[in-house]
């Protein structure tokens, strides 16, 4: 009778706490809901639950369920213990279909699945037969053929778990987040400009000049969701000349650099399938690992040419500091595979030395993943 | 196979890094000359090597280095000049050596040179002490 109850209490009482934003909790056989009533910290061995002025803490064996504010929803379920088994509170992941549930203890996470909470099987990262999780799970989700490939790139974490059982639920064919690292090759137009008055280089014409660039970047998920952390390290060489004639004078300076560039994006894709539009934003770093810059004067009398070297002066510093953004797409040619072409905009500056130069940088960038 | 080809473009990135050639001045009517190296070794040797740009229009008739003391930095009078001969057209670069001559802790001022049938041009000035 009690279990009938709970039964009606959750398939009727459920949605309307969840969409509402309500807190609640199933205690013995009694449901409450409300506004903050589940305390901010809860493991898989306790829910603190606000019982007048008071955060009271309660076990898996006393509650049975509970929601929180942000949707989350925990359920009090035994686990394998030796020979017994203990309770925990355990996270329910996917709310039709496949259900998977998820506690941590430690660091060690535990995933369960099934089509509900009393059929379902612990998924350990390695089974017994030694076949890893993603590879069972590809069979479970072998109904729907984008779910089974998006099992391939699935990681054992929460997150990422979730992710995979909303998509098998929904049968949604869109790209996976998963990671990624692959090559950067790239064309990259570099146009340095004078920050303050320097000697003559104030009256140069500057242009933008171009080089290749070679590296390599990474792509990490945040929290398995469409935006990423896109960092990169790619291999630039530059070299630069510009003159002015001024009378009987010429003016030429030259800059030669070659290092190594770091840009540390905060990237955008739309989860569209084939062809994905991205765009990402966010800090560069360069080390000029060679820093040659000279400018030199060049007096013309009577067919006798004297050039002066006015430097050193600090012109381009060794480390740069500096944004950068862009824009691209992605195009998938498989579930794992994608390359990517982006235009990107970047703005370096010497942060040693405030008279240094700045480099405006456009860059033409073709990245394929591994 | 992936870590390989990753480790192996990282490599190649680092072995570019100062395999590149110089940026080069914008070109000119007279061969742009500069120094762009200096060994010194006290007492024992000091070399020098100079660049030239745009050496391919005329022929070089004389090309070396000018040298003199701190004591003499404005006479020219009492510039040393080290010729050394003609120069075939688009040779982009020459070096000399001085192994005596040089006073201990004195400062010296140098400068390379290059002379064709229209133009004599003198290179940026460098200086060292023997010491």
Redesign the interface.
Known sequence: MMKRWYIIAVVFLLPITTSGQNEYYFKDSSFSTGKNLIGGYHTSELVQIKVGDHLVPYSPYEIKEFGCKNGRVYISRGVPNGDSTRRVFMERLGTRGLTMYYYKQGWRRHFFIGKDSTSSIELPRHSRQNQRFDKQLVELMSSCPSAANAAKLVRYSRNSMAKLISRYNSCLSRPFPYFK?G?TLGYELVKQVPLQQIADLNLLNFSYEGGFI???FLDEPIRTSDFSFHPE???S?Q?????GVFGNM?V?Y???L???KLPLLLRYAYPSNKIRPFANAGGIFSYN??N?N?L?E?I?IN???????LGPFPLVDKMQFGYSFGGGVEYRFSYRRSIFLEVRYSSVSGAAHPSSMTDSEVTFLFEIN? | M?YI??IF??A???F???C???????P?D?P???IDKLDVMPNKYVAFHANIAYNDTLQIIDHGFTICDSRNHSNPAMTYIISLGSLAKNQSEFNDTIYSGLVYGMKYYLRAYTKNT????????VFFVNK
């Open positions: 690292y090559i070679v590296g390599i390290a790619y291999f060489q070299r630069i000349s510009s003159a010429d030429d030259i800059s030669t070659s290092g190594i690992v060679q040659i000279h030199y060049s013309i067919n006798r040419v004297n050039i002066a070297d591994l | 992936r080809l990753v473009l990282v190649i990135s680092f570019q890094i100062g590149e050639k110089e940026a080069e001045v914008q000119k007279y742009f000359v500069a229209r133009y004599t041009v003198y290179s940026n000035e």
